[in-house]
């Protein structure tokens, strides 16, 4: 269904108008941001309808400016947006958003980089919030029937996305690590040198006791001790001792 014919059959059903003032009524309604309408195209949904028989043409208007044509609803044009509009409210209408299937793809995209896109996009969505309750703030007075639902649909949606972006910020890291993304501990180092000896022992490395400024040092008794090595400190038991002045004169 296209949502510029629904608007441009419900536009004339008020009366005759000319396209300039279609458009400014597109304009001032902003539906760009509660529809799927680019003002830019009402002038081609007019000339389709013209084609098909929904509208005509009941006169031009010369003025200080350029000639306007003005158009009003045939009985054609009235049947079908009465078909048009009944569709809609029968019809839930949800589509996919892009940015699912984006982020299926965004293995390869750090969590620096997604938390700034994912930012970002909350940020332009609060902004839109921001806009629409202003917007909605001034037509108040204006608003009759229905009217006050339709900016209240829109109020809710974009405070329920603010609300999924604000929670994906906030599991981006466990999301990540559960898939496997989890960033390697960093290895901390002493002056340039080597690595302490937590760093040390996640590569398999034996580990110093104490990092020191050298990195060139002999390491203590108990580190050589722990790599199998003769300690520097103590002498090794002897496997056969020489023996005692007791055991001499036995």
């Known amino acids: 269904m296209s949502d510029a014919r629904l608007f441009v059959l419900g536009a004339l059903l008020r ?3 000319h396209g300039h003032q279609i458009r400014r009524q597109a304009q001032l309604d902003r539906t760009e941001l509660w529809t ?3 003002v830019g195209s ?3 949904a007019l000339h389709r309808l013209v084609a098909e028989g929904a509208i005509e043409v009941v006169r031009t208007e010369q003025g200080a400016g350029p000639a306007r044509t003005v158009y009003a609803l045939t009985q054609a044009g009235h049947e079908e947006f009465i078909a048009l509009r009944d569709r809609a409210l029968r019809e839930v209408r949800l589509r996919p958003d892009p940015v699912d299937l984006a982020l299926h793809y965004a293995d390869d995209l750090t ?3 997604l938390r700034a896109l994912i ?3 909350r940020d ?3 902004a839109r919030l921001t806009a629409w309750l202003h917007q909605r703030e001034q037509a108040e007075p204006y608003l009759r029937g229905l009217e006050p639902m339709t900016f209240d649909h829109t109020t809710a949606r974009l405070r329920a996305e603010i609300a999924w972006h604000e929670s994906l910020l906030e599991q981006l890291p466990v999301l990540l690590a559960a898939n496997g993304r989890a960033r390697p501990p960093t290895t901390e180092r002493v002056h340039g040198g080597a690595p302490t000896t937590e760093a040390a022992h996640d590569r398999d490395q034996a580990p110093t006791t104490e990092a020191t400024h050298s990195g060139g040092q002999a390491p203590t008794a108990e580190a050589a001790h722990g790599r199998g090595q003769a300690p520097t400190t103590e002498a090794p038991n ?3 001792p020489a023996p005692t002045a007791e055991g001499r004169q036995g």
Do not use: C
Request: negative net charge; hydrophobic residues 35%.
């Open 36 to 38: 799927d309408i680019k």
């Open 111 to 113: 969590e620096q980089d």
């Open 238 to 240: 002897d496997p056969d």
């Open 119 to 121: 930012g970002a996009r």
């Open 15 to 17: 009366g005759p108008m």
């Open 42 to 44: 009402l002038y081609g």
């Open 124 to 126: 332009a969505l609060v």
